[in-house]
Every structure is written in C-alpha cells, then in structure tokens.
C-alpha cells in the first residue's frame, strides 16, 4: 500500500511538471513570432551625377578603374563606351556591365563598388537651428534630416512641415506634423527622402 505522503509528493511532482510544460511552451509560442516578424527592408540605393563607382575586372589591370557619374548619367568604361548609370543600382550596372564586356572578354568577372555618393543630397529649410544642403552617404528620412539641420527652433509650426519632391510629372507635397510623430503617432509620415527633397519648416 502507498503511503498518503508519497501520494501527496507524486501529485506536487506532477503538478509542477505540467506547469514548466505550458510555461516553455508558451515561451515556444513567443520566440516563433518575434522571429518569424520581418524589419523594415532597405531601399537599394539609385545611383545619380557626381557618384563615383570602381570597376574591377578580374585579371586585367586595365579593365580597373573609378569611374564618376555624368550630369548626363552615364558613365565612360573601356571598350564599352558609355553605359547608363544614373536611376539604377550598382547591380544594375554590373550586370550591364558583363553582358557589354562579354563581346570582348570571355566569361568577364566584373565588381562594381560605390566609392562617393555625392548625388544623395537634401537641403532643410525654414526655423531650424542649421539650415542648408546636406549631403548624406545613406538614405535618410525626415526626422534624421530634421536632426541634422539642429532640430526645430522654439517658434517653429510642428505640425505644418512640408517635404517637397520634384519628379517628372511637376512637384509633390508630404505633410509631416512632428509633434504626432514625436508622440508615436502616424509614423507613416516619416518617409524615406529622396535626392534633391526639402523639407520646409514653417
């Protein structure tokens, strides 16, 4: 016969057993959606006039060479002649690139790096403490283009900011208001700038 405090002890053993088992896989549960949620991707950066890319081919010296970015958007490269550059990506143009020297050199291995991204550039104006032209290496968005023209002076209108964007088609106007976004609210608004935006602060 079991003695009634052995009984007592198995049922506590259990009891606990069961508790550990939903508590991992509860945590189970926790782990799989923090990792299966996906960060914001990055834009792939469009190069412009006054980038300056290096073109290597592998094994031949000659074919090495930094190249900039014409106003015109092309860039000059041996044997190819002038290929497009400006709006497309540095695959882009690699991939370009092995199709053109492949008339000429067997099976060419090509790497294209961006050195100087000179094209990137967005200016801040209005009642911030630093405004101007800043020429940023990465993309940026409104609240970092903000911080870097020193943030908002004391009578700035938060709530009124514009970001202005030329394009083909004329001009577009975005509305920021600061002061929700600093709140945690309508984050959409701090949109990722594109090269030549203002951003106008009132």
């Not at 081919?57 to 014409?70: F, M, P, S």
């Not at 990465?138 to 030329?166: C, W």
């Amino acid at each position: 016969m079991t003695h009634p405090a052995l009984i007592v002890r198995q049922a506590m053993w259990c009891l606990m057993a069961s508790c550990f088992i939903q508590g991992c896989a509860g945590l189970a549960v926790f782990q799989t959606e923090t990792i299966e949620s996906k960060p914001f991707p990055e834009a792939a950066y469009l190069l412009g006039p006054e980038d300056v890319v290096k073109i290597a081919v592998w094994r031949d010296e000659q074919l090495t060479q930094e190249v900039v970015v014409r106003p015109d958007g092309m860039i000059s490269f041996p044997l190819v002649g002038d290929v497009p550059a400006a709006g497309r990506t540095i695959e882009d143009v690699r991939l370009e690139l092995v199709k053109r020297l492949g008339k000429f050199v067997p099976n060419p291995h090509v790497s294209v790096l961006a050195l100087k991204l000179h094209s990137y550039k967005i200016y801040v104006t209005g009642r911030v403490h630093k405004p101007g032209e800043f020429l940023v290496g990465h993309y940026t968005d409104v609240l970092q283009a903000l911080s870097l023209a020193g943030g908002l002076t004391p009578f700035a209108s938060e709530n009124d900011i514009k970001v202005m964007r030329r394009d083909q088609g004329g001009q577009q106007v975005f509305r920021f208001r600061y002061g929700d976004v600093r709140n945690g609210k309508g984050l959409e608004q701090n949109i990722l700038l594109q090269r030549g935006d203002v951003v106008v602060v009132p």
